[in-house]
């Protein structure tokens, strides 16, 4: 595609339910990262995948987190028991050699967001 | 320390003027540094990126790197209303399975017509 799409757009969701979010990166990037962003707030990294497999989780709050992707495409953040904190926009990158020292004008790409409310 | 600093802001400077917006990083191996643009309810977008020390200009904006000082700016000239944003900069790690950009806190700027 254009550019990085992320689906639902937004999710309200009540406390204790799960949910899963959606990112779909430019085709041919390689490299796919989540982030959190909380109102107000700088970007907080989550997770990192070269291709299918995940070499920095680092940033995944809790074990009610996870995230998978398929083969270098499309990749889903699941959200167990969601709490109130867990509110806020969450979103993915893609790039395109994301294992390689970056070249010139090489950086990550971000979609629109998914907009997340725990009620 | 957190490993990229800027200041919040908001930074208020009116149409016209020079926008002047900082960044410093923790001591790591970085060879590339970027500034995203971020609209209220819109995600971050790159608007410049920079490799080597010295300056790099892009139209109306400028960006610093001085690796010595662990220190990267953005000068926007001729601010206008538009450039109203919050400013993420971005510094590359060079990690062993790859690259993680690592970004601040970002800095909100005001144009005031």
């Known amino acids: 595609g254009a550019g990085v799409s992320q689906s639902p757009s937004n999710k309200v969701t009540e406390k204790g339910k799960d949910v899963e979010l959606r990112c779909d990166p430019i085709?041919?990037?390689?490299?796919l990262y989540w982030y959190r962003q909380r109102l107000g707030q700088g970007l907080e990294f989550l997770i990192y995948f070269q291709g299918n497999s995940a070499p920095d989780k680092s940033g995944l709050p809790s074990d009610r987190f996870s995230a998978e992707r398929t083969g270098e495409s499309v990749s889903t953040l699941t959200i167990q028991r969601t709490q109130q904190e867990d509110s806020a926009v969450y979103l993915c990158?893609?790039?395109?050699?994301?294992?390689?020292?970056?070249?010139?004008?090489?950086?990550?790409?971000f979609g629109p967001g998914t907009r997340l409310l725990v009620l | 320390q957190k490993e990229v600093e800027q200041n919040s802001g908001p930074l208020s400077v009116p149409e016209g003027a020079i926008a002047s917006l900082n960044c410093t990083y923790s001591d790591r191996v970085s060879q590339s540094f970027f500034w995203y643009r971020q609209y209220s309810g819109k995600s971050p977008e790159l608007i410049m990126s920079?490799?080597?020390?010295g300056d790099k200009e892009d139209g109306r904006f400028t960006a610093q790197l001085n690796k010595a000082s662990q220190y990267v700016s953005l000068l926007i000239r001729d601010s206008q209303p538009s450039d109203s944003a919050t400013y993420l900069c971005a510094v590359n790690w060079e990690m062993e399975y790859g690259n993680k950009l690592v970004f601040g806190a970002g800095t909100i700027l005001r144009v005031k017509s």
């Open positions: 990158a893609s790039s395109f050699l994301g294992a390689a020292p970056l070249t010139e004008g090489e950086t990550q790409y």
């Open positions: 920079i490799y080597s020390n």
């Open positions: 085709s041919g990037h390689t490299a």
